[in-house]
């Protein structure tokens, strides 16, 4: 079996290409920041993982995702080869995207964006808010009233 669960951030803006021809194809390129659990020496330590997605899913990255957005992916790990202009094989690892979400709610990446300056300064889609109707405090989570529990069906 061949299966990938990832979370981390975007390093950078996805890259975008389509492929030629009438029924052009969507492909995008982005680099996850991944947590490693342990830390070395103190510093907080990361793996940076080469992604690849495709159609819809390409789309959809090269619309709503931006460095530093925290995502998590499913996929499965891809290995390749290909001779470089110096005549050097070079073997490629990366994982091939089948679905991708987003891993926080939008003030959260906002919150991380603010602490974390970059060039881009393009907006993720808009999610409601912590000032939003219905919105928990910062953790992207519906309060339910108290009141509801003896309308739903089970317990």
């Not at 080469?50 to 499913?74: D, H, M, P």
């Not at 110096?86 to 995207?97: A, F, S």
């Not at 603010?114 to 808010?129: E, F, I, K, L, V």
């Amino acid at each position: 079996m061949n299966k990938v669960i990832l979370m981390g951030r975007l390093t950078r803006d996805p890259e975008v290409r389509y492929t030629a021809g009438d029924n052009s194809l969507a492909i995008a390129r982005y680099t996850l920041a991944v947590d490693r659990r342990f830390r070395r020496d103190g510093e907080a330590t990361a793996d940076f993982i080469n992604c690849v997605s495709f159609g819809k899913t390409a789309e959809f990255a090269e619309k709503y995702y931006r460095q530093g957005l925290k995502i998590a992916i499913t996929g499965r790990i891809q290995t390749g080869s290909y001779t470089n202009r110096e005549g050097q094989k070079v073997y490629t690892t990366e994982v091939v995207v089948e679905e991708q979400e987003f891993a926080e709610s939008k003030a959260s990446s906002d919150s991380y964006a603010a602490s974390h300056p970059r060039q881009n300064t393009a907006a993720a889609p808009s999610m409601p808010g912590p000032g939003s109707a219905g919105m928990g405090a910062m953790d992207g989570f519906m309060n339910i009233p108290d009141e509801i529990d003896e309308e739903l069906p089970f317990n």
